[in-house]
Structure formats: C-alpha cells, structure tokens
C-alpha cells in the first residue's frame, strides 16, 4: 500500500504565501516523477507543477515565477512553495506522484486527498 498525504492549505490574502507538503509512504521502491494538480469548483483538474527524479520541473504558465516546487527523496516528500497568491489560485490542490514498488516496478499514479487553498481578495 502506497499513501500520499498532504499538509499545509489554508487561507491566505492575496498576494500572501503558503507552502504545501506531501509525504509518500508505504511499500516504496523507487518516486519518479511527483506533481501538483489543481481543481476549482466548476473546472476540471489541471496540471500546476512536477518535477521528476533528477529534480527537472515544469510549471503551468499561470504558476510561473510565483509557485515553486521541490522534493527531498530521502523524505519522499515533495513541496510546492506558493507566493504572490492570487484568488485565482483558490482551488483543492491534489498532490500526485509516480512510484514504483516491488509489485509495479513500472510504476503505478497515486493521489492525495486534496487540501484546500483559498486566496482572499
């Protein structure tokens, strides 16, 4: 069994910051590639931002230079640090990751439970 579970949502002002966590964990062999998505009421699910093993990234344009993400393997953790927040940002934020495990060494998606970010206008 695999989990990921994320921290830190919340509401903030625009223009504020915040910084999202989420920790995998379970029966783990190997994180590939870890990822953000975001989904607001109304929208479909979109991509804000992954970065792969050898820590590439890439970013939706609307996150550009404001949200930054990051990851400490030895953590399996991946962080999605968040500034000059907009209340366009408003949305449940859902944390993703590829992992393979002895089971699927090709890897198999698993996702968080979301956590809600709200931006005050």
């Known amino acids: 069994q695999v989990q990921l579970v994320e921290s830190g949502g919340g509401l903030v002002q625009a223009g504020g910051s915040l910084r999202l966590s989420c920790a995998a964990s379970?029966?783990?062999?190997?994180?590939?590639?870890m990822g953000w998505y975001r989904q607001a009421p109304g929208k479909q699910r979109e991509l804000v931002a992954v970065?792969?093993?050898?820590?590439?990234?890439n970013y939706a344009e609307s996150v550009k230079g404001r949200f930054t993400i990051s990851r400490d393997n030895a953590k399996n953790t991946t962080y999605l640090q968040m500034n000059s927040l907009k209340p366009e940002d408003t949305a449940v934020y859902y944390c993703?990751?590829?992992?393979?495990?002895?089971?699927?060494?090709?890897?198999?998606?698993?996702w968080g439970q979301g956590t809600q970010v709200t931006v005050s206008s």
């Open positions: 379970g029966n783990i062999f190997s994180i590939i590639d």
């Open positions: 993703n990751a590829l992992i393979t495990t002895p089971f699927s060494l090709l890897g198999n998606d698993y």
């Open positions: 970065i792969n093993s050898g820590r590439s990234t």
